[in-house]
């Protein structure tokens, strides 16, 4: 038999490698920032158009590429950061691979303009899929620009597995704020689509995180700061009072490298431990410097884990380093109250009386059966088809089986019921009892009311007073902004939603003036954890967290007139038999298997 093997041409071999560099438009984004942070750059802009499915482009003013050094940058394993294999012990540039370039040329249109400080003229370069199109002599700006277009446009199989615009912008975010976390005294500008999103100028490290995540975040921020032989630890956590309910915020770089450790996670959250409710994390912004022979972060091209030397020993430092910063921060959430608040309260909240500073806690006076009976029958459920298909989770329970539940349950309709341990109403039916889980029973009936005024009618909704102010960071904003008519469907009204602040004028009328904050947040938190792929999903996560955050608690007693009316809308619901969670709402015990429980004894 003659001989098969063959050596790859050079630009299939660059597709291949391009498949692991380049995953999708945030992976181009990396490499391109990381490439100009390396080139020296004080100014980076990022452009992007269309979630960088359509432009990625990277201007900086770093020291720029010579003529034959630009053409080089596209081969694959070219690189001006190490020269033999010992320097990848002593790191200190971002890139080391040299495959980068040549990756993304192979399967997008780029273009380069580049040039040296010394020289007049820079070079322009286009390649299309590994392709040299034209080489020419221009006059540019000292630094370079890269441009990549019509990513994957010669593999339709990856272009094709692009998820949704929302979803590659949120991961190219992710990117971007990695970075710039990373190199605060770097000014960063990254327009989307011709809008600023984000306008960073250089900075220190705390007011970078501020610019990064929001006025708000200021307040927060407790600094670490420690050195040892070992490593030395600086950066911020925040406050026990600020964890969250989604993992949100947590950030470690190692020697300005953002990386990915859940064992050193494990040690911050051990810091925290009796401080933060369970089903809490931290938030954290924590920056570990280590000698760069005692790392090894040359594992894979894309991945961001990485192997210390003496993990134990950093782990047990980290721990203590974040107690200690903790402790001396008087952060225990009692000793809070203390604080003289007005010390670094963002702008927007030093205007207004302190009553109605945000809390955390859900306001104890709040009733929602005080304005539900106004909300829901004012609102008389009309189903569409969109509304209908809008239940996806509930496939669980047999459609028979659901009606029987609901029948039955119906009859309670005219029982008594009584409320149990502040957590369950027990009612007695024609076939036995059942038993409702108030905190579940009510998500429900809050779910299908915000779908519902969502998707189908506006709900009504309560002036307020004096317009509240919030400030949020950029990306949130821009999130609120895309969302903007559908909050107004739930009775939200907005003054402005601009730059750091939304000013909100009007509440649905489930809702309290003091709960507003809380619950943009949590939305804000659950569409970033959901990254709903389209809008229809989103105006379900928005339900789902609108009814979490304003359902009635375990713990709250309820009159009768409240039992009977939220027992009522239950019932009166669509799903009644699930939470849009998907756990069971309630429960009926038949006469049969009650007397079963005495038969056996
Ligand atoms: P690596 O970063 O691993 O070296 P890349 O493919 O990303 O590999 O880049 C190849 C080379 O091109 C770099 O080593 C650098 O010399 C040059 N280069 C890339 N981007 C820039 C830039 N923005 N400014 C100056 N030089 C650059
Ligand atoms: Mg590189």
Request: glycine share 4%; aromatic share 8%; hydrophobic share 40%.
């Amino acid at each position: 038999m003659s001989d098969i093997i063959q050596l790859l041409p050079d630009h299939v071999a660059n597709q291949i490698a391009a498949g692991e560099v380049v995953q999708r438009p945030a992976s181009v984004v990396k490499e391109l920032l990381e490439n100009a942070i390396d080139a020296g750059a004080t100014s980076i802009t990022l452009l992007i158009k269309d979630a960088g499915k359509t432009l990625i482009q990277v201007i900086d003013d770093g020291i720029g590429m010579s003529n034959t050094d630009a053409r080089l940058s596209f081969e694959r394993h070219a690189t001006s950061k190490i020269k033999d294999a010992q320097d990848l012990f002593n790191l200190n540039t971002k890139g080391f691979r040299g495959e980068a370039l040549a990756s993304i040329a192979a399967i997008a249109h780029v273009e380069l303009k580049t040039k040296q400080e010394h020289q007049e003229l820079g070079t322009q370069l286009k390649i299309e899929g590994s392709k040299v199109i034209s080489q020419d002599v221009i006059s540019t700006a000292k630094g370079t620009s890269i441009a990549v277009k019509n990513l994957f446009f010669n593999i339709p199989a990856r272009r094709n597995f692009l998820k949704s615009d929302t979803v590659e912008t949120r991961h190219i975010i992710d990117e971007f704020q990695r970075l710039v976390l990373a190199h605060p005294s770097i000014t960063f500008l990254l327009h989307h689509n011709g809008n600023e999103v984000y306008h960073l100028k250089e900075s220190n490290l705390r007011k970078r995180v501020v610019a990064v995540f929001g006025a708000k975040m200021n307040e927060k921020l407790v600094p670490i700061d420690e050195t040892t032989d070992l490593i030395s630890v600086s950066g911020f956590v925040a406050k026990p009072t600020f964890a969250k309910k989604k993992r949100g915020e947590q950030f470690f770089f190692v020697n300005n490298r953002f990386i990915k450790s859940s064992y050193l996670h494990h040690a911050v959250n051990n810091a925290f431990e009796g401080l933060l409710e369970n089903g809490y994390h931290p938030t954290y912004f924590l920056y570990l410097t280590v000698p760069p022979n005692s790392i090894d972060i040359n594992i894979h091209p894309t991945k961001t884990e990485i192997k210390f030397d003496n993990e134990k020993a950093i782990y047990a430092i980290l721990r203590a380093t974040v107690k200690h910063s903790l402790g001396q921060y008087n952060v225990a959430p009692v000793l809070d109250f203390n604080r003289d608040s007005t010390l670094d309260t963002p702008y927007e909240f030093k205007k207004k009386p302190t009553a109605t500073t945000p809390k955390i806690t859900v306001d104890p006076n709040f009733n929602p059966f005080k304005t539900e009976q106004q909300s829901y029958t004012s609102s008389p459920k009309k189903s569409t088809q969109h509304w209908e298909a809008l239940y996806t989770e509930i496939d669980t329970i047999e459609p028979i089986e659901q009606k029987q539940l609901f029948n039955q349950a119906q009859e309670t309709e005219t029982g008594k019921t009584f409320q149990i341990q502040k957590k369950y109403l027990l009612s007695s039916i024609k076939s036995g009892m059942v038993l409702i889980h108030q905190s579940l029973a009510h998500q429900r009936v809050l779910y299908e009311a915000f779908l519902e005024s969502i998707t189908v009618n506006e709900a009504m909704s309560q002036q307020l007073l004096f317009p509240v102010h919030i400030s949020f960071a950029t990306t949130d904003i821009e999130m609120l902004q895309s969302i903007q008519s559908e909050l107004e469907n739930t009775g939200f009204q907005f003054e402005s939603i601009s730059e750091e602040a939304v000013v909100v004028k009007g509440i649905p009328t489930s809702i309290s003036e003091s709960q507003i904050s809380l619950i943009l947040e949590q939305l804000l938190d659950d569409l970033k954890l959901e990254v709903p792929a389209s809008s229809f999903s989103q105006f379900d996560v928005m339900a789902k967290s609108f009814a979490k955050s304003l359902a009635i608690k375990t713990g709250t007693s309820l009159n009768t007139k409240e039992q009977e009316t939220l027992v009522h809308d239950l019932f009166s619901c669509k799903e009644p038999a699930i939470s849009p969670f998907g756990k069971a709402t309630f429960k009926t015990l038949t006469l049969k298997e009650i007397d079963s429980i005495f038969n056996s004894h």
